[in-house]
């Protein structure tokens, strides 16, 4: 049998630090995994309940809204545009 050399006895013990430190991250991402499915859900039940609601209180303008982007896509591009430009100046504030 041949003679364990330090190098051997290094790689060894590198080894084994890696296979604790994968079961020790496998554990907590499975447990940090089960939180943002718990997470994600809530979110998606709000948000599905959001939509419910807003469908219910604005179907109507919804509706009418759908109607005016088919029937103008274009003006409808150019408003979507300007809005957008408007609230990332709004948001983004004033350079300093």
Do not use: H
Not at 48 to 62: F, I, P, Q
Request: net charge negative; with cysteine.
């Amino acid at each position: 049998m041949a003679k364990e050399t330090p190098f051997d006895r290094a790689r060894d013990f590198v080894e084994e630090k890696i296979e604790e430190t994968k079961e020790v991250l496998g554990e907590s991402y499975t447990k940090a995994r089960e939180q943002f499915d718990d997470v994600s859900e809530d979110v998606r039940k709000g948000v599905k309940s959001a939509t419910k609601r807003l469908e219910k209180d604005y179907g109507d303008v919804w509706d009418d809204v759908r109607c005016y982007v088919k029937e103008n896509p274009g003006t409808a591009l150019a408003i979507a545009l300007g809005v957008g430009l408007m609230l990332g100046f709004v948001i983004r504030g004033g350079d300093d």
